[in-house]
């Protein structure tokens, strides 16, 4: 696929996003761009230096002293804030309990999308997030509405912690999920919102390999 073309996949929590995001990535050899990462790494570093969470002008003043970077390495995407390796301490239930708060900020979005339309600039990549149809990318050629019932979004993350060997309640992680949701869709700036030239997905009842089939033969339909 050689014509310029960035793919949009926003939704809510446990859509399947990011892992849809990576496989249809790597099958077109495109790049992929985990903004929800980006938010995660600022979260993570408001809290380490105990900044408050409510002021925007405080973590704005922090994400410009920071560097948040996405390496693709073999063993797939590590998460840099600076030069420490933070791809897993991002996806701790602390940093997953604020990281709305911490993007509810517009001072903080704004810097952030800048750094994410530059990382597109390419034109061939796959950007997962909240609001990559709607605001960062508004003209991207294809642009996917990733959703699945609550139910099934809190069985996957259940199923994800149990592998991990994390213990973990299925009703709180419900509510968990329920909750980021509704900050995500209320939030003033750019919020969570199928964009109207969007394709909506349900995911509910698709495994892995079929949503990202379809996303696929939408991008080729869109090339043609
Ligand atoms: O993978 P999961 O659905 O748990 O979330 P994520 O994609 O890692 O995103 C974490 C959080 O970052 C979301 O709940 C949003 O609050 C925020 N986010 C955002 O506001 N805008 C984006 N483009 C991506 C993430
Ligand atoms: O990025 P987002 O929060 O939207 O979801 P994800 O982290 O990509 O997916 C959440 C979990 O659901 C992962 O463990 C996926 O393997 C799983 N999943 C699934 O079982 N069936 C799908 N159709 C999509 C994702």
Do not use: C, W
Request: charged residues 30%; glycine residues 4%; hydrophobic residues 40%.
């Amino acid at each position: 696929m050689n014509k310029k073309m960035n793919i949009a996949i926003d939704g809510p929590a446990g859509a399947g996003k990011s892992t849809v995001a990576k496989l249809v990535a790597e099958q077109l050899s495109f790049l992929y761009i985990d903004t929800g990462a980006m938010y995660r790494a600022l979260t993570y570093a408001a809290l380490r230096d105990e900044i408050e969470l409510n002021d925007g002008p405080s973590l704005f003043k922090l994400l410009s002293q920071i560097d948040i970077s996405l390496k693709h390495e073999k063993s797939g995407v590590r998460v840099f804030l600076n030069e420490e390796d933070v791809t897993d301490v991002i996806r701790t239930k602390e940093v997953t309990s604020n990281v709305s708060l911490v993007s509810s900020h517009e001072l903080v979005r704004v810097e952030m999308v800048e750094r994410q339309r530059k990382l597109a600039e390419g034109g061939h990549a796959v950007l997962d997030g909240r609001d990559i149809g709607t605001f960062v990318l508004p003209d991207a050629k294809l642009k996917v509405f990733l959703t699945a019932s609550v139910e099934e979004r809190a069985r996957r993350r259940f199923e994800e912690q149990q592998a991990k060997g994390i213990d973990s309640d299925f009703e709180q992680l419900k509510l968990d999920i329920a909750r980021r949701d509704e900050l995500d869709s209320t939030r003033e700036f750019a919020p969570l919102k199928m964009a109207n030239d969007a394709i909506e997905i349900d995911s509910t009842t698709l495994s892995i390999p079929e949503v990202a089939e379809l996303i696929i033969e939408l991008a080729k339909e869109r090339t043609t």
